[in-house]
C-alpha cells in the first residue's frame, strides 16, 4: 500500500520560490496499476521521483509518502532509501539507452544490479540474469549478456531495465514515461513485458505517461497532474466514461475524439503553464472553457466527489453548500 | 583499428622526419660554433671540423646524419669528446625516468583521487577547497614549488639532504615539485568531467537502482570521466620522463633536461638533435599509446563494426 | 549581460582590481620607484629587507622593489604581445580553416596537428637562440607556439557554426568571407577567445621566466619577473628574500589571471544544474 499526502516541493531559483509540486494526495492498494498523466513539464515525473526518494536532499520539499513499511519516506535517511531501492522498490527509467552505463557490458550491469539487489554473489547472479532476461522476449540472453548497450536497440535495453527493476520481486514498480522514446510497435511489447511481469509478482505498478491510450487500456487508475497539481483522480473506467474536471473531459475528448471519423481533431486551445510562472488562481485558468471568477484569485482544493478526487472550483463549491 | 595504427604510424613518421629537418638546420643557423668557446688555433680547428664533417656542405651533412639515424647512430658529442649522443642518453635518462615516472604515478593518483572527490562534494566545502588548491597549484610554478621545498624541508627543517640522493626517498621533493603541476591539471580535468557524468542518465538510474555510492562512482561514473585525463596524461608522460631542466638544476639531478638546454648554449649540433629526436621519440610513442587506451576504453569504439 | 554580470562577483572584482593596479604601477614608470631600478650600490648588496629597501636589495645592491616593478612592466609587455599574436594568429586560422573548409581546412589542420606533435618549448628554446634573446624575439617565439591550440578550439567552434542559418544567409546575401568572420564569426566566438586571451597572459608569464630560468631571458641590465627570479635561484639558499618575492609577485599575478579565466569561463558556459545533480 503507498499513501502520499500533502506532497509539496518548491525550489528556491533567482531568489524566487517556485512551487513545482503543490498538494499532491493518493494512494494506492498492492497490485494496483496508477497512470499519471500529464503534459510535458507538468511535473509527472517529480511525484513519482519522491516515491524513490530522489528528492530527499531538496529543502523544499514537504508532505508523507507512507508505503514499503515506512512511515514517511521523504524522511528517510539515504541507507533506508537504498535497502527499499533494493528491496521494495523497481525503478523503468525514460530513456533505455542512456540509463545504462555505456563502458560496462550488460551483463555485468545486470548482475551487478541483480547481486545488489538479492545480495547473492556476482557470479551465481550471471545465471539469474540470464534466468531474468528470457521470458521478457530474448531469443539469445547468453549474447546479449556479453555486449554493450550501444549494440541494443532502444526496445532491448528497456527489456534489461525491466529485468533490472524486478529483480527482487519488488513490491512497486515506478516507470517514467518507460515508452515514450521507442517506436510504436515496441511500445506495446514494452508494456506488455512490463504487464506480465505484473501478473506474475502482483507488484504495484506507477506508469507515467503522457500517452493516454497507455493510460486507459492498461492500468485502473489515473491521476491527471497539471502544472504540478493533481487535477483529477479516479478509475481508469470512471473517468473515462465521466470525465469530472473540465481539463479532463478537454483530454478524453481529444483522446476519443482522434479514433471517430468526421469529427474533426479535437485540441484545448492555449498552451500549458510553465512550472515556473508564479500564479495565484488556478492553473488551468487561462485554457479553461467553464471558469468561473473565483478561478482566478484562489486555487481550488482538492475534494472527494463519488469515489474520486477532482481540484476544482465547479466541484468544490457543490461541496461547501 | 589496424588502419588506424598505420595511419597515426605514418603521420607520427612525417612528426619525426619533420622535427629532424628542423633542428638539423635551425641548430646550423645559430650564430656561433661548437669550438667558439676554445681558444684554439684555426688549424685545429680546421682539423675539429673536418673531423666532425661540419666543413662539408649542409646537405652533404644533413643526408650523413639522416643515414646514421636510420642505423640509431645519433652520432658524437661536440663538446663531450670521445662520447657518443647514445652514450649520454643511455647514462642521463634512466636518472631522469626514475623521477619522472615516481612523478607520473604520483600526479596520475593524486589527480584522479582529488578530481572524484572534489566531483563527489563539488557544492559542499570540501570539493571548493580542493578547487581552490588546484588553483594555486596551477598558479605556483614548479621552480618556487622546488625551490621552496628545499629551504623548508632540507635547509631549515633538515628532513632531506640537499642534493645527495643515496636513499630512495631522498628523491622526495624533486618528485613533489615535479608532480605538483600535473596532479592540479589532472584533478581539475576529473572534475569537470566527472561532475558532467555524474548527472547523467545512467547514473541516476544506477543508484535508484540501489546500487551503492562506491560502485556508482569507481565502476559507474568514473571510467566515462577519464578520456580526457588520460589524453593529457600521454604528452605528461613524455614531459616527465625525460626530465624538467629546471627541475634538475634545482635538485641537481643529473639528468637528460639539463643536458639538453646546456648542449643548445654550447652548440653541441649532434647533442641537441639527438635529444631533439629522443625527446620528440618519446612524446609521439606516449600519445599514441594514450589514444590507443582511450580508443580501448570506450566500447563504442571498439565495436563499432558488430550488430 | 553576460558581460555584465561577470562583475557581480567579488572575486572578479577583487582580480580585476590587483590586475589594474599591477599595470598601473608597473606603467607608472619612475613615478612609484623609490630607486632606479638598474642603479648599483656595491656598498648596499645583499641588504635584507629594511626601511630604504623595502624589500632588501640584490648582489650587486639595486633595490629589489624597484627591480621587481620594472620587470613586471617587462613581463606584462611580453605577456601582452605574446596574447595579441595567440588570439590574432590562432582566431584567423581557425576561423577560415573551419569557415571555408576543403583544401585549406585541410592544409591548415595539417599544419595544426604538426604543430600540436612537435613539443612547444622546443620550438621556444630554438627560437629564441637563433633570434637572440630580448624582448620582442621573446614574445615572438611564444606566440609562434601560443597560437596553435587557440586555433584548433576556434576552428571547432568556427566548424559548427558553418552551417547556421545565419551563417547561410548572410552568404547568400553576397557578404565577403572576411565580412563573415569579422560580423558573424567573432562575436559568437568571443567568448571563447576572450577566455583563452585570460588563460594566455599567465602561460606567458611563466614560459617567460622559464626562458629566463634556461638563461634565455632578457639581456642585462634590464630585467623581467623571471631574470629576478632565476638571479634569486642562484642564492635562495643564503638570501631568500631575493627568491621569494618576485615568485610572489609573479604567482599572485598569475593566480589572479587564472581565477578570473576560471569564472568567466564558468559563467559563459551557463551551468544548467538539473534537479536531481545531488542525489
Wanted: hydrophobic share 45%; charged share 15%.
Amino acid at each position: 500500500m503507498i499513501k502520499v499526502e500533502g506532497l509539496c516541493l518548491s525550489v528556491n531559483k533567482k531568489k524566487s520560490t517556485f512551487r513545482l509540486v503543490r498538494d499532491v494526495n493518493y494512494s494506492l492498494e498492492q497490485g494496483e496499476t496508477l497512470a499519471i498523466v500529464g503534459e510535458s513539464g507538468s511535473g509527472k515525473s517529480l511525484i513519482t521521483y519522491a516515491l524513490l526518494g530522489m528528492l530527499n536532499h531538496l529543502e523544499g520539499l514537504e508532505g508523507t509518502v507512507e508505503a514499503f513499511g515506512q512511515k514517511n519516506i521523504l524522511k528517510a535517511s539515504s541507507k533506508e532509501i537504498r535497502r527499499l531501492r533494493r528491496n521494495k522498490i523497481g525503478y523503468i527509467p525514460q530513456n533505455p539507452r542512456e540509463s545504462l552505463t555505456p563502458t560496462l557490458r550488460i551483463g555485468s550491469q545486470l548482475a551487478e544490479v541483480v547481486a545488489a539487489k538479492t545480495g547473492k554473489s556476482r557470479r551465481s547472479c550471471r545465471l539469474i540474469s540470464r534466468n531474468l532476461l528470457q521470458p521478457l522476449g530474448f531469443s539469445e540472453p547468453e549474447k546479449v549478456l556479453q555486449m554493450y548497450p550501444h549494440q541494443l536497440s532502444g526496445g532491448m535495453c528497456q527489456r534489461v531495465a525491466v529485468a533490472m527493476a524486478i529483480a527482487s520481486s519488488p513490491a512497486a514498480v515506478v516507470a517514467d514515461e518507460p515508452t515514450s522514446s521507442l517506436d510504436l510497435l515496441t511500445k506495446y511489447e514494452i508494456i506488455k513485458v512490463i504487464k506480465s511481469a505484473q501478473e506474475e509478482q502482483r507488484f504495484t505498478l506507477v506508469l507515467v505517461t503522457h500517452d493516454l491510450d497507455l493510460a486507459f487500456k492498461y492500468c485502473n487508475k489515473i491521476a491527471v497532474v497539471y502544472g504540478g497539481r493533481l487535477f483529477e483522480m479516479g478509475t481508469a473506467n470512471e473517468l473515462y466514461v465521466r470525465p469530472r474536471h473540465p481539463y479532463t473531459r478537454g483530454l478524453v475528448r481529444c483522446f476519443t475524439g482522434a479514433g471517430m471519423a468526421n469529427s474533426g481533431l479535437h485540441y484545448i486551445p492555449g498552451e500549458p503553464v510553465s512550472i515556473y510562472t508564479q500564479f495565484t488562481g488556478c492553473r488551468y485558468f487561462n485554457r479553461c472553457q467553464m471558469r468561473l471568477e473565483i478561478c482566478e484569485v484562489k486555487e481550488p482544493p482538492c475534494v472527494r466527489t463519488d469515489g474520486r478526487r477532482v481540484a476544482c472550483w465547479l466541484y468544490g463549491r457543490d461541496e461547501g453548500k | 583499428m589496424l588502419a588506424y595504427v598505420l595511419k597515426r604510424a605514418g603521420f607520427n613518421l612525417g612528426v619525426m622526419a619533420v622535427v629532424v629537418t628542423l633542428t638539423f638546420f635551425l641548430m646550423r643557423l645559430l650564430p656561433g660554433d661548437p669550438f667558439m668557446s676554445q681558444r684554439v688555433n684555426p688549424e685545429i680547428k680546421a682539423n675539429l671540423y673536418s673531423k666532425y664533417h661540419l666543413d662539408q656542405p649542409v646537405s652533404r651533412q644533413y643526408a650523413e646524419y639522416l643515414s646514421a639515424l636510420s642505423r640509431f647512430d645519433l652520432g658524437e658529442s661536440l663538446k663531450y669528446p670521445g662520447r657518443t649522443v647514445n652514450q649520454i642518453i643511455a647514462e642521463s635518462f634512466p636518472v631522469s625516468a626514475a623521477v619522472g615516472s615516481l612523478a607520473l604515478v604520483l600526479s596520475v593518483v593524486l589527480g584522479v583521487a582529488m578530481g572524484v572527490l572534489s566531483a563527489v562534494w563539488h557544492s559542499r566545502w570540501p570539493g571548493r577547497l580542493i578547487l581552490a588548491l588546484t588553483t594555486l597549484g596551477l598558479s605556483i610554478p614548479n621552480f618556487a614549488v622546488g625551490a621552496g621545498l628545499i629551504y623548508i624541508f632540507a635547509l631549515k627543517l633538515k628532513m632531506f639532504p640537499v642534493a645527495m640522493y643515496e636513499r630512495p626517498l631522498d628523491l622526495m621533493l624533486p618528485v613533489l615539485t615535479l608532480s605538483a603541476w600535473p596532479a592540479a591539471v589532472i584533478t581539475r580535468l576529473i572534475r569537470t568531467e566527472m561532475i558532467e557524468v555524474l548527472n547523467k542518465d545512467y547514473i541516476i538510474a544506477a543508484r535508484v537502482r540501489g546500487l551503492g555510492s562506491a560502485s556508482v562512482i569507481l565502476r559507474h561514473a568514473l571510467p566515462n570521466a577519464l578520456p580526457a585525463a588520460i589524453h593529457y596524461t600521454g604528452p605528461l608522460a613524455a614531459a616527465l620522463l625525460t626530465g624538467s631542466f629546471i627541475v634538475e638544476k634545482i635538485f641537481a639531478l643529473p639528468g637528460l633536461g639539463q643536458y639538453y638546454i646546456t648542449s643548445i648554449g654550447n652548440r653541441d649540433y649532434n647533442l641537441v638533435a639527438g635529444i631533439t629526436i629522443f625527446y620528440t621519440f618519446i612524446l609521439l610513442v606516449s600519445t599514441f599509446l594514450a589514444d590507443i587506451l582511450t580508443f580501448l576504453m570506450n566500447p563504442q569504439c571498439r565495436y563499432r563494426n558488430e550488430s | 549581460m553576460v558581460y555584465l554580470r561577470v562583475f557581480q562577483n567579488r572575486l572578479v572584482l577583487v582580480c580585476v582590481a590587483l590586475i589594474v593596479l599591477y599595470i598601473l604601477i608597473s606603467f607608472g614608470g619612475t613615478v612609484f620607484l623609490p630607486h632606479h631600478p638598474n642603479a648599483q650600490n656595491l656598498d648596499q648588496a645583499n641588504l635584507t629587507p629594511c626601511p630604504a629597501h623595502w624589500l632588501g636589495t640584490d648582489y650587486l645592491g639595486r633595490d629589489l622593489f624597484s627591480r621587481i616593478l620594472s620587470g613586471v612592466r617587462i613581463s606584462l609587455i611580453i605577456a601582452f604581445f605574446a596574447t595579441l599574436i595567440n588570439v590574432t594568429v590562432g582566431f584567423l586560422v581557425g576561423s577560415v580553416s573551419g569557415l571555408l573548409g576543403g583544401i585549406v581546412d585541410r592544409f591548415l589542420t595539417g599544419l595544426i596537428d604538426l604543430f600540436w606533435c612537435i613539443p612547444p618549448f622546443l620550438i621556444v628554446v630554438m627560437l629564441t637562440v637563433v633570434l637572440e634573446p630580448g624582448i620582442k624575439n621573446i614574445f615572438i617565439a611564444l606566440g609562434v607556439v601560443f597560437w596553435v591550440p587557440t586555433a584548433r578550439i576556434i576552428r571547432g567552434e568556427v566548424f559548427l557554426l558553418r552551417n547556421a542559418q545565419f551563417i547561410r544567409i548572410a552568404r547568400m546575401n553576397g557578404a565577403s568571407y572576411a565580412q563573415i568572420i569579422f560580423l558573424h564569426v567573432l562575436p559568437n566566438c568571443f567568448p571563447v577567445l576572450l577566455t583563452t586571451a585570460i588563460f594566455s597572459v599567465p602561460d606567458a608569464v611563466l614560459a617567460e621566466a622559464f626562458l629566463s630560468i634556461v638563461g634565455l631571458g632578457v639581456t642585462a641590465p634590464d630585467a623581467s619577473l623571471g631574470v629576478l627570479i632565476s638571479d634569486g635561484l642562484q642564492s635562495f639558499r643564503v638570501y631568500p628574500w631575493q627568491w621569494f618575492f618576485p615568485i610572489l609577485t609573479l604567482s599572485m599575478f598569475v593566480l589572479c589571471f587564472n581565477i578570473l579565466g576560471d569564472l568567466i569561463h564558468r559563467s559563459f558556459r551557463g551551468r544548467s544544474k538539473g534537479i536531481l545533480g545531488n542525489d
